[in-house]
């Protein structure tokens, strides 16, 4: 196991999601371990209310998937990401590159 995160459930559930070489896992009470993606790295978790959102790095940028919904592109380019539970929304920080400098963005997902 090398990194990840570990988010509480404002029901008091939790969700913790890993890299394992090159993939990214996650796993729950109910699901002890579910492989997210390939060719990934660096993933965070945080809630949004009561559904998990999960961030990784993977092909050149970030990817994310909130609670069931299908894994889609977050930001291009982006590395680094943090993410921090609110109670309808997550915020994300990330490091991306704007206008040819490197700079850190964030974003609140719903």
């Known amino acids: 196991m090398d990194g990840g995160g570990l988010a509480i459930a404002p029901a008091g559930g939790w969700f913790a999601v890993w890299r394992r070489e090159r993939s990214v ?19 965070v ?7 998990p959102v999960i961030l990784w790095e993977a092909e050149g940028g970030l990817n994310f998937q909130r609670g069931a919904d299908a894994p889609a592109r977050f930001a291009e380019g982006g590395n680094a990401a943090c993410i921090v539970s609110g109670p309808n929304a997550v915020t994300v920080a990330w490091e991306a590159t704007a206008d040819g400098v490197k700079t850190i963005l964030f974003d609140q997902v719903r």
Do not use: N
């Not at 796993?27 to 371990?33: G, K, L, M, R």
């Open 25 to 43: 896992f996650a796993s729950t009470p109910a699901v002890p371990e579910k492989r997210l993606a390939t060719e990934a790295v660096q993933p």
């Open 45 to 51: 978790v945080a809630y949004a209310g009561s559904v």
